[in-house]
């Protein structure tokens, strides 16, 4: 009878040891309370234990669930700060010329230029005169003239047409046609010399006089002629030498002409 009670004390002890290390190997949340031996023997499952544990200890059925893996997407983060400029990279190739733009606006008027220089008289048409143009002029010599130049004739009587300038002493033409001039000059003498007159076209002489001093210190130098002339032509009578006698205002030189008819 001892050696059975002291044999089953011995299993007693070794259940009591290993059942508790095998459930806890297995994960089985048992759970054994020392209430006796014979509710250990009975209840080696642990049900009784486990149905307690769940109403007791909820927290360590929620340890199941935590470790479970999740798999739902969390909300998107705050975006990174802006990283640092790069190195510069290579002058790429230049691209094809762009379309060409619309026009611009019109920009404003510049200023008036210079005024040009005077073109040259022009012929005055047959439409400004009627069937005859009124062209005519009388001039005198007033001033004393000798050796070779220009005689101006300053004691103008006569100039239609104002065609004849006493400051130059040459007549201008501006409308073509057949002209008439004639001229007296009388020659200051009385020192031995001779004068002579001629009348030029253009600086070319159409007609010549001369006056000798032989026994009288005065004579004239006279000439005529029909010329026609074109627009721009001058028609002046030059001293060739010797002395020419104003006279004031008697008028012993003078120099006239006119218009015979248009072309």
């Known amino acids: 009878m001892i050696a059975t009670g002291v044999c089953g004390v011995a299993l007693v002890l070794v259940l009591v040891v290993l059942i508790p290390v095998v459930v806890n190997s297995a994960g089985t949340p048992a759970r054994y309370e020392m209430l006796g031996s014979c509710q250990m023997v009975c209840d080696s499952h642990g049900t009784a234990a486990t149905a307690a544990a769940k109403t007791t ?40 010329p ?7 606006e019109r920009g404003a008027p510049g200023p008036p230029g210079p005024p040009g220089i005077n073109g040259p008289t022009g012929a005055i048409s047959a439409a400004t005169y009627n069937t005859i143009p009124k062209i005519a002029f009388y001039a005198g010599l007033k001033k004393q003239h000798e050796g070779y130049e220009v005689l101006k004739f300053d004691d103008v009587v006569t100039n239609l047409g104002n065609h004849y300038d006493p400051s130059t002493g040459k007549f201008t033409c501006s409308i073509p046609g057949i002209y008439f001039f004639v001229y007296h000059v009388l020659m200051r003498g009385g020192d031995g010399t001779s004068m002579w007159a001629d ?27 029909v ?19 104003g006279g004031n205002n008697n008028k012993y030189s003078t120099f006239s002409g006119f218009m015979l008819y248009a072309d």
Request: net charge neutral; charged share 20%; proline share 13%.
């Open 57 to 96: 200890n909820p927290i360590k059925d929620n340890r199941l669930v935590k470790s479970l893996p999740t798999f739902i997407q969390g909300p998107q983060g705050e975006p990174g700060r802006v990283g640092r400029v790069g190195p510069r990279g290579p002058v790429g190739e230049p691209g094809p």
């Open 98 to 104: 762009g379309p060409a733009g619309p026009p611009g």
């Open 199 to 225: 009348l030029c076209k253009n600086n070319q002489v159409r007609a010549s006089a001369i006056a000798q001093d032989a026994d009288q210190n005065y004579d004239y130098a006279s000439n005529s002629v």
């Open 227 to 245: 010329l026609h002339l074109e627009p721009g032509d001058e028609i002046y009578i030059k001293l060739d030498g010797g002395k020419a006698h």
